[in-house]
């Protein structure tokens, strides 16, 4: 089946990872309108294969690239504000090893980390006798000193489903599963005809006063072949994989760990029970699905070994996962040293259709990316609003006021018990991470664990999986499993195939 809107929008963004769905976010809240389409499940690639950190970059000030990190460190505290549900503050423990880099070049990064931004309220670096301090905890004896910083934690896919959701209640279009298979300028180049593969295999026809490429590592692919226009810029794709094993150590702090090769791997703690290790920087082709090898699973397991008390073995690893993360090239030849900067190309003089596209990124930065992305869209677009998301909420991060991010979270999850007595108070804690005051919306009229439905294993049943569908266009299981929730950890092999059977069997009603 055919169709077409019939009002041009204002910008229709292409690419449904954070980059995409911060930009929509924003120009939607200008009073723009908007549309954003996604070839597959929103975060599916890059966007949910992060080490889900907000961070600053601590190595990056080896590069020289101050600008970089004093932009995400400032990110950092506007980030934690907007989704006090999906992040959280983290101290990181810096084992010092003398001979791969000396302490004073330790101490006066931290000491740039700590006042590169100077607004900075989470707690300063300090140094710490790692035999005795709470936060040598999980770490070999053989290591004395170290050093202590802050950054945050943040689930990286559902800030993804955040920003859409926060643009829908502003009115923007939503095109989940839909492949833009063509954009190209009307004769008089006035707007863009975008054509819209849909998963009924239907074409939807969309009109648009403006185009943002945020496709990732199809961003030059998709300017060749879906708008024929040329570029000289370039990325390079990065293949980062991560490991998950077993609760490796007591304790919430994380750790950042060198090794002799001038990468450094953290270790986090993980979805209640376990340890997400990783990453890796490994040259990526165009086309080729991510998958963790062999090589990279005894490369992370090597290095986590060496330092913690607990070794890591291959045998142990319960999950992986990988993700190409789409570095602009700015001619670097190591991997780890490619900028994590992005940059914005605009095409089109004002009079003329633009074409924005974006090269790169990093999570932390996104929405100062999309701040970025509307001030060059703004001579094509002069009636538009005023910046506006550093000071507002995303949906569903209304919580309660408390002086630090996590008593304000604790608060939530206490008032949540006090509404909903019936239900454990572990499952209300990991729903209102997941879902933060949407969880009323969630537990819409639930009183008891009988009322949620089927528990297909973990903290995931029915009443959930159902709101996920209707209400954050969850389609297959993956969506649910490792993307909108990370219950499929904490299931059984033959759990997760019962859940996708479920899902197949229902999905008639869904759509």
């Known amino acids: 089946m055919n169709g077409r809107d019939d009002a041009p929008l204002d910008l229709f963004v292409v690419g449904g990872g954070i980059n995409g769905a911060g930009i929509a976010c924003d120009a939607v809240g200008r009073a723009l309108k908007v549309g ?59 084992p010092h090893e003398p001979h791969l880099r000396p302490r004073w070049m330790l101490r006066i990064g931290l000491f740039l980390y700590d006042h590169l931004d100077w607004h900075m309220t989470l707690p300063k670096s300090i140094a710490v006798d790692l035999p005795t301090s709470k936060f040598g905890t999980g770490l070999k004896p053989s290591f004395k000193n170290g050093f202590v910083y802050s950054d945050a934690w943040v689930d990286d ?19 989940a599963r839909h492949r833009c298979v063509s954009a190209r300028r009307t004769s008089d180049g006035k707007l863009w005809d975008i054509e819209l593969a849909a998963p009924n295999n239907g074409i939807v026809k969309v009109q648009a006063r403006g185009l943002v490429n945020a496709t990732g590592p199809w961003v030059k692919r998709f300017l060749d072949e879906q708008t024929h226009i040329k570029t000289g810029k370039r990325v390079r794709l990065i293949k980062g994989s991560h490991i998950v094993a077993p609760r490796l150590y007591e304790g919430n702090h994380a750790f950042i760990l060198q090794n002799a090769d001038q990468r450094i791997i953290f270790i986090i703690p993980y979805e209640r029970e376990f340890s997400v290790i990783g990453t890796t920087d490994i040259p990526a082709h165009e086309g080729e699905k991510p998958v963790c090898t062999q090589e990279e699973i005894d490369y992370l397991c090597g290095i986590a070994s060496h330092y913690m008390v607990k070794p890591v073995r291959p045998a142990d690893v319960v999950w992986t996962y990988s993700g190409v993360r789409p570095l602009f090239d700015d001619g670097d030849d190591n991997p780890s040293a490619v900028t994590r900067d992005y940059h914005l190309e605009l095409d089109g003089a004002v009079g003329t259709a633009p074409l924005l596209s974006v090269f790169g990124g990093k999570i932390t930065t996104y929405r100062r990316l999309a701040e970025h992305a509307l001030r060059d869209l703004r ?10 998301t550093a000071g507002r909420a995303l949906a569903d991060g209304e919580l309660a006021d408390a002086p630090t991010f996590e008593e304000a979270f604790d608060q939530f999850v206490a008032s949540a018990a006090v509404v909903k007595p019936g239900l454990p108070k572990e499952l209300l804690r990991a729903l209102a991470r997941r879902h933060g005051s949407g969880i009323d919306d969630v537990l819409e009229g639930v009183k008891t664990v009988a009322d949620l439905g089927r528990h297909f294993g973990g903290h995931l049943y029915e009443t959930e999986v159902r709101y996920l569908v209707r209400d954050e266009w969850a389609f297959e299981a993956d969506d649910v499993l490792w993307r909108r929730t990370k219950e499929g950890l904490h299931m059984t092999a ?11 069997e229902l999905r008639p009603n869904f759509t």
């Not at 896919?157 to 829908?168: P, Q």
Request: with cysteine.
């Open 379 to 388: 001579p094509h677009y002069p009636r538009m609003g005023g910046e506006w």
């Open 494 to 504: 033959a759990e997760r195939e019962a859940f996708a059977r479920w899902m197949a």
């Open 157 to 175: 896919a559902r800030l993804v489903v955040a920003n859409l959701k926060s643009a829908r209640q502003m009115g923007a279009s939503i095109y």
């Open 36 to 94: 954003l389409c996604e070839a597959d499940d929103f975060a599916a690639h890059t966007s949910s294969a992060s080490t889900k950190l907000i961070h600053g970059g601590l190595r990056y000030l080896e590069h020289y690239e101050f600008r970089l990190v004093r932009e995400a460190l400032q990110e950092r505290e506007v980030l934690l504000a907007k989704a006090p549900h999906l992040s959280f503050p983290l101290r990181f423990v810096l």
